[in-house]
């Protein structure tokens, strides 16, 4: 399956340290504690390969991990730690502005979520950022366990209404890594965009 056996491959600090476009990439991005890391250590069927993380926001790296097919998955910096200071936030949002907006080789965004806090105003920064690409841009509304069936259903109908603006461009699920639920729906969104 696609994320299965991804390898680490590099971490990145600066625009500068971008290794040149080449396969497609598939990037992670998500507010600090969204529930990032777990959701790629859960597609990638590996307990850390993303580190969770205990501080949030400390890391200010990009990751890029190599998959299978060839593609990379890159693991954006979480974002909207409070702690972060100014100045490290204000670098994170460059590194991060500028490989979402001029990345060539990014062919998708996954943007994860918390179920029970969707859509805060960072959140939709980095729609903003991305959207104008052109490129498709799925949310992961995560820890979906945390909420009932009912309400977990809910939740996504509002977030797909909020975003059916932007059209079929941008998608919705819900996803759990506590359940591993979701994880062959975000499998086939993705493999539609590398064609697969
Ligand atoms: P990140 O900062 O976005 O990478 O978030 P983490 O993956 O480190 O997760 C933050 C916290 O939420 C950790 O305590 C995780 O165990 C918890 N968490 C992440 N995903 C889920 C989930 O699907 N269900 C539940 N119940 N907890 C989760």
């Known amino acids: ?64 991990f190599r998959l299978n097919c060839g593609a990379s998955l890159v693991d954006l910096p979480g974002y909207g730690y409070a702690a972060v200071p100014e100045k490290i936030r204000r670098q994170w949002q460059g590194l991060i502005e500028t490989y979402l907006k001029k990345r060539e080789s990014l062919i998708g965004l996954v943007l994860i979520m918390d179920v029970r806090h969707p859509l805060t105003d960072l959140d ?30 809910a939740a996504l109908q509002a977030v797909r209404r909020e975003l059916s603006a932007f059209g079929p461009q941008v998608t919705v699920q819900l996803f759990s890594s506590l359940k591993k639920a979701g994880v062959e729906e975000t499998e086939r969104v993705v493999a539609g965009w590398l064609g697969l």
């Open 1 to 64: 399956s696609l994320f299965r056996n991804a390898q680490f491959e590099i971490s990145i600090a600066k625009p500068s340290g971008l290794p040149p476009p080449g396969g497609a990439e598939i990037a992670f991005a998500g507010r600090s504690n969204a529930g990032k890391s777990s959701a790629i250590n859960t597609l990638a069927g590996h307990v850390r390969l993303a580190f969770v993380s205990k501080t949030p926001g400390r890391t200010q790296l990009i990751n890029f």
């Open 124 to 153: 939709r920064q980095m729609i903003d950022w991305f959207v104008p690409s052109g490129r498709p841009l799925h949310v992961l509304l995560t820890k979906s366990d945390k909420l009932s069936r009912g309400a977990a259903s």
